[in-house]
């Protein structure tokens, strides 16, 4: 395959993050896009606001060349579309993503994967039938720091895990998003499933599934019918605390945090607002060099990646199994049903 055609489905905030990404890739174009708002359709992106990085969107998207499509359902039949890019609200991930695995294309979904387990269900058995490669925007996976500190942890060098703490706290999205979707948590699932999926991810990514979870969450101080604010502890069964803390409710204008300490025999691996460190019990601190060279994020280097697979007929395997990302998702409704019921859940 010479070039890989993306079709991009929803033109918000990670819409256009995705299209600013691809616009940088030698080996992918954009195709074809679609989206329910007839302004984004036009290219208007100027509503479009996220929590942490984001373009210049004051600038319209140049749509020359590109089809434009009134929704996703209605690109998959485009023949010139080899990847589906889903950046649409999440309870909608679902049905397109099964259709377009039907209709035979590759598909890049944005996390969290769905809204609920009967979802998840549907995704897991159209991934496994189909003949197409599927990635999850499982992003934090990919980014820099939290690779190097994945692949410096599984190498042994850090010795066993003690302690780790994950944390990741936001402004508020209120006001946003298209329709203020997130705020409506029968929808988005809160800031449990939004922004503290990617720790609980990164809490499987490391150590596994645990055999149990507890949750206790603060519910309707910004969304209606969401969790707001989480903290979650993992139970491995074998002495070690794992944890983690998730919450957008900070007043617009707190700078987005993410944050990780990672407290094992030999190192702790650390990342805060002074940057990301290992510090050896012997020896000195270690400023790590990360591998940045699809670009400064995760979003850079799974996009990269997946393209990257499509071109050359590899399954995209080096961030994500199917079943890792299932159990990730299975584990943040874990966590849904710990906080509604002040008790802890078995995996
Ligand atoms: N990986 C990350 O770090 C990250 C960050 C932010 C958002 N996300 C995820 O990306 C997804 C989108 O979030 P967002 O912040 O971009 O939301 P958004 O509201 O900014 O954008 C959603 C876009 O989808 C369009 N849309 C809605 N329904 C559609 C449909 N059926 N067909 C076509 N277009 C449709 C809307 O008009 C809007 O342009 C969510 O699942 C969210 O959780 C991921």
């Known amino acids: 395959m010479k070039e890989v055609r993306i079709g991009l489905v929803g033109l918000g905030f990670m819409g256009t993050t995705h299209w600013g990404i691809y616009k940088g890739m030698k080996d992918a174009r954009i195709v074809a896009v679609a989206d329910v708002d007839a302004a984004k359709r036009r290219g208007d992106i100027s509503k479009v606001v996220g929590?942490?990085?984001?373009?210049?969107?004051?600038?319209?998207?140049?749509?020359?060349?590109?089809?434009?499509?009134?929704?996703?359902?209605?690109?998959?039949?485009?023949?010139?579309?080899?990847?589906?890019?889903?950046?649409?609200?999440?309870?909608?991930?679902?049905?397109?993503?099964?259709?377009?695995?039907?209709?035979?294309?590759?598909?890049?979904?944005?996390?969290?994967?769905?809204?609920?387990?009967?979802?998840?269900?549907?995704?897991?058995a159209a991934v496994k039938k189909a003949k197409t490669f599927f990635n999850v925007g499982m992003c934090v996976r990919a980014w820099p720091e939290y690779r190097h500190a994945w692949e410096y942890f599984k190498s042994g060098k850090a010795?066993?895990?003690?302690?780790?703490?994950?944390?990741?706290?936001?402004?508020?999205?209120?006001?946003?998003?298209?329709?203020?979707?997130?705020?409506?948590?029968?929808?988005?699932?809160?800031?449990?499933l939004d922004l503290h999926v990617h720790d609980i991810d990164e809490v499987n990514y490391f150590f596994g599934k645990p055999k149990r979870l507890s949750a206790a969450g603060a519910a309707d101080v910004v969304c209606k019918g969401g969790v707001d604010h989480v903290v979650a502890t993992y139970d491995y069964g074998d002495g070690t605390l794992v944890m983690a803390e998730g919450g957008w409710a900070a007043a617009k204008g707190t700078p987005f945090e993410m944050s990780f300490t990672i407290v094992c025999e030999k190192a702790t691996l650390k990342l805060d607002a002074s940057g990301y460190h290992i510090y050896p019990v012997k020896g000195k601190p270690i400023v790590p060099k990360c591998d940045v060279k699809a670009g400064p994020t995760g979003w850079h280097q799974e996009l990269a990646y997946f393209v990257q697979c499509v071109k050359k007929g590899i399954a995209p395997t080096k961030y994500q199994t199917l079943d890792s990302v299932a159990t990730t998702m299975e584990m943040a409704f874990a966590e849904e049903r710990a906080v509604k019921s002040g008790k802890a859940v078995a995996l």
Not at 174 to 181: E, F, H, I, V
Request: glycine share 10%; with cysteine.
């Open 159 to 192: 010795g066993k895990m003690k302690t780790a703490t994950f944390k990741r706290i936001s402004p508020s999205v209120d006001g946003n998003a298209w329709q203020n979707w997130f705020m409506d948590g029968v929808r988005s699932g809160g800031a449990l």
């Open 51 to 124: 929590n942490i990085g984001g373009g210049d969107n004051s600038k319209p998207l140049d749509l020359t060349g590109v089809t434009v499509y009134e929704n996703g359902f209605a690109m998959l039949a485009d023949a010139d579309v080899d990847i589906v890019d889903i950046c649409v609200p999440t309870p909608d991930h679902a049905d397109l993503a099964v259709a377009a695995l039907k209709a035979g294309k590759h598909v890049f979904c944005e996390k969290p994967l769905c809204r609920d387990r009967a979802q998840l269900k549907r995704i897991v």
